[in-house]
């Protein structure tokens, strides 16, 4: 059965948080400017390339 409207929203938002807290993470340990997207990627266990790690925005 494909998932409700309202499960891919808690998983996105589940996803969202994850890069947030790793990219907080990150930024902690190596700074602001010497932090990558491949450093926070890593951290959150997520590709680079995934639309959620590029569609994060503050919150």
């Known amino acids: ?3 409700t409207r309202e499960e891919s929203d808690r998983i996105r938002q589940l ?3 994850n890069i947030r807290t790793a990219a907080v993470e990150v ?3 190596k700074g ?6 491949d ?13 959620s790690c590029l569609n994060v925005s503050p919150a």
């Open 1 to 3: 059965m494909p998932r």
């Open 15 to 17: 996803a969202k948080e």
């Open 27 to 29: 930024f902690i340990e």
């Open 32 to 37: 602001y400017h010497a932090a990558s997207i």
């Open 39 to 51: 450093d926070v990627a890593k951290r959150a266990g997520i590709s680079k390339g995934s639309p």
